[in-house]
């Protein structure tokens, strides 16, 4: 059974190599070369090493260009994953919503990203993203940013209500091209390179939180702003009545 599936996941991933290939050759015909001398430069070194040093013992030759030759296909589907994710990338440049599908591609247990905005504006197409991580809580958005800014601020008014006092940075990304902008291509980097200031109880206790605070609001009816939810002289003074 384990050997079926260990042959099973084998295949799969062979399979979806060559559709990668496949997708990314249609808008890249220079692929097959560069996969093609990133598999050739590790056996070309092997060969050099081998010719140089002159080993006697022909195993070491068939040890070095074996080495050699895991290095190159190593390298080659390397090349691969980076010159699809170029193309996928430029593929998304300009798309609304194309953010979500980053998230998509940040699978580090630190990081959560909801691939559903927590606000969105189809009309004017606005969109705004928060997630977490050891870096803080983050607010990616599409769109104007005279509204996104807007919509950050009650984002951040949001976490100081959850979470009161903490000093838990807030890292505020605007993608799109321009200044002060981050292009769809640099997003996850940009993302993951932040620097670390929580710790991880502190990260999953914010999770927590915003996760309660989230199921409280979509349990409330459309259009009711939780914030501006006010009580009726006349329901405290049926209160009052029935407490007497």
């Not at 939180?209 to 049926?238: C, E, Y």
Request: hydrophobic share 40%.
């Amino acid at each position: 059974m384990a050997r079926e599936e260990a042959k099973k996941k084998k295949k799969g991933a062979i399979k979806q190599l060559v559709q990668i290939y496949k997708l990314t050759y249609k808008t890249n015909k220079s692929l097959p070369w560069w996969m093609l001398l990133a598999f050739l430069v590790p056996i070309g070194v092997a060969l050099a090493i081998c010719f140089g040093i002159r080993f006697t013992v022909a195993w070491i030759w068939i040890l070095v260009i074996l080495c050699g030759v895991m290095v190159g296909f190593s390298l080659a589907s390397a090349t691969l994953t980076q010159i699809s994710d170029r193309a996928g990338y430029k593929r998304l440049e300009g798309q609304f919503g194309a953010s979500s599908a980053v998230f998509s591609t940040i699978s580090k247990g630190d990081f959560s990203f909801p691939e559903e905005p927590v606000w969105i504006n189809r009309k004017t197409r606005d969109a705004l993203w928060r997630g977490t991580g050891r870096a803080g809580m983050y607010l990616v958005g599409e769109g104007d940013k005279a509204r996104l800014s807007i919509e950050m601020d009650k984002q951040e008014a949001i976490l100081r209500r959850v979470a009161p006092g903490s000093k838990i940075p807030v890292i505020r990304i605007f993608v799109g091209k321009g200044k002060g902008r981050t292009p769809i291509s640099k997003l996850r980097g940009t993302i993951m390179r932040k620097k670390a200031t929580l710790t991880k109880m502190e990260l999953n206790e914010l999770n927590v939180r915003l996760t309660t605070m989230q199921a409280k609001q979509q349990a409330l009816p459309r259009n009711v702003d939780p914030n501006k939810i006010k009580v009726s002289n006349r329901m405290m003074r049926r209160r009052s009545g029935a407490n007497s």
